[in-house]
């Protein structure tokens, strides 16, 4: 998975708190410490990523993932809890090669013209690994709840495992390749250009942190319709939803990609405008049982257009010759997602102090507008220069 542990970013929360003693609000500092840490982090890892290649880096990627899964589960204090925090962060850097290393291998067998395909299956099966912890994971809990995270553990261990085998089948081009200087092309000297890395950020910080902001918008407006109790029920279908969603979108994805191209770009960003205009619509009058409906949709339209726009812009900062170029490109696409990530969420905390949520879902509206605007223009200046 692309950021979480699989088993534990279901109980997270729960394990930490009722297990380890983690209050909510050192669970808050761990979220923000987290995201500040990894923007610090890009640079050196980056220098470190260039050393040792894309391969180890992967390997050294799935490693530090096990790392922050024992340090999680056997924590005796909140320190280790911090440090395995920290180690989740490098791990998720390492790993961000991950695309780089098939975008190799793909070219090593003349089929570079087929990365979106295999990147939208690897997603695919990412989500419906995700679909059966989730609903493994609240059994496991009741049982014990240590057992969800000795489940965290093994898939954490077979990552280090397959890595490791995946990796030595990919050959040697990659050092072959940075032994003699590499030819860079001009396209190499331009990345995305600035509006689409800024709608990049924009689009990844309201589709990831960005989507539990729009989950306490779902649950506030539904609690003014009905009782407590069908609000939570109707949460746990529409979570399990939302993997579903994600597994048709990379789906679709992978279907339609070679057909339209770029124009995705856009058509991700118009769901998401329209996805949460309609997070809005409860609030401009007493929610309805059709604005309920909307509402539903919205929450699923946000999931929806993720991985496709990752998968999309990962596709384009890939058609490099230069591996290091590639290794590069992946990191800077990990900065701007974290640098959006942590902007949004610091704004969104300061405006709840004073505001609702229904402000934020405002926000988030206007900045999507502004998101597809950047992606539009970067789209008609790039098709002009060609």
Request: glycine share 4%; charged share 10%.
């Given at each position: 998975m692309?950021?979480?542990?699989?088993?534990?970013?279901?109980?997270?929360?729960?394990?930490?708190?009722?297990?380890?003693?983690?209050s909510f609000a050192q669970f808050s500092f761990l979220?923000?410490?987290?995201?500040?840490?990894?923007?610090?982090?890009?640079?050196?890892?980056?220098?470190?990523?260039?050393?040792?290649?894309t391969?180890?880096?992967?390997?050294?990627?799935?490693?530090?993932?096990?790392?922050?899964?024992?340090?999680?589960?056997?924590?005796?204090?909140?320190g280790v809890v911090i440090a395995g925090g920290i180690a989740k962060c490098i791990g998720f850097t390492f790993n961000l090669l991950g695309p780089a290393l098939l975008k190799e291998k793909l070219v090593q067998d003349g089929r570079d013209n087929e990365y979106v395909a295999f990147q939208s299956d690897a997603n695919n099966m990412a989500c419906l690994l995700m679909m059966l912890s989730s609903l493994l994971c609240g059994f496991l809990f009741s049982c014990n709840p240590y057992?969800?995270?000795?489940?965290?553990?093994?898939?954490?261990?077979?990552?280090?495992?397959?890595?490791?085998?995946?990796?030595?089948?990919?050959?040697?081009?990659e050092e072959k390749q940075t032994d003699e200087k590499p030819q860079i092309i001009k396209r190499n000297k331009v990345f995305l250009g600035i509006p689409l890395l800024v709608s990049f950020g924009l689009l990844t910080a309201m589709t990831g942190i960005g989507l539990s902001y729009v989950r306490i918008n779902f649950q506030e407006a539904l609690?003014?319709?009905?009782?407590?109790?069908?609000?939570?029920?109707?949460?746990?279908?529409?979570?399990?939803?939302?993997?579903?969603v994600r597994f048709l979108s990379n789906a679709l994805m992978s279907k339609l990609f070679s057909r339209f191209g770029p124009w995705l770009y856009l058509g991700m960003q118009l769901i998401l405008v329209a996805s949460l205009?309609?997070?809005?619509?409860?609030?401009?009058?007493?929610?309805?049982?059709?604005?309920?409906?909307?509402l539903s949709m919205g929450y699923l339209g946000v999931s929806f257009v993720r991985d496709p726009y990752v998968t999309a812009i990962q596709n384009e900062s890939l058609l490099v010759e230069d591996p290091i170029k590639r290794q590069s490109n992946m990191v800077v696409?990990?900065?701007?997602?974290?640098?959006?990530?942590?902007?949004?969420?610091?704004?969104?905390?300061?405006?709840?102090?004073?505001?609702?949520?229904?402000?934020?879902?405002?926000?988030?509206?206007?900045?999507?507008?502004?998101?597809?605007?950047?992606?539009?223009?970067?789209?008609?200046?790039?098709?002009?220069?060609?």
């Open positions: 692309e950021a979480e542990h699989l088993f534990f970013v279901v109980c997270d929360v729960m394990f930490l708190h009722a297990v380890k003693g983690v979220i923000s410490f987290s995201l500040l840490f990894s923007v610090i982090v890009q640079y050196p890892l980056l220098k470190c990523i260039h050393a040792v290649g391969r180890r880096s992967v390997q050294l990627g799935s490693l530090f993932f096990l790392l922050s899964a024992l340090c999680f589960t056997f924590a005796p204090n909140y057992f969800p995270m000795f489940g965290c553990i093994i898939f954490c261990a077979l990552g280090v495992l397959l890595s490791f085998m995946i990796t030595s089948c990919c050959g040697t081009v609690t003014l319709k009905i009782d407590l109790d069908q609000t939570m029920k109707l949460l746990s279908v529409v979570s399990f939803l939302v993997y579903l205009a309609f997070q809005v619509l409860p609030w401009v009058h007493r929610p309805t049982v059709p604005a309920l409906f909307l696409l990990n900065f701007v997602k974290k640098l959006g990530a942590l902007l949004l969420s610091t704004a969104f905390t300061l405006m709840l102090e004073k505001t609702a949520i229904s402000s934020v879902m405002v926000v988030m509206c206007a900045l999507a507008t502004v998101s597809l605007v950047l992606a539009g223009w970067r789209l008609v200046v790039g098709r002009r220069k060609h």
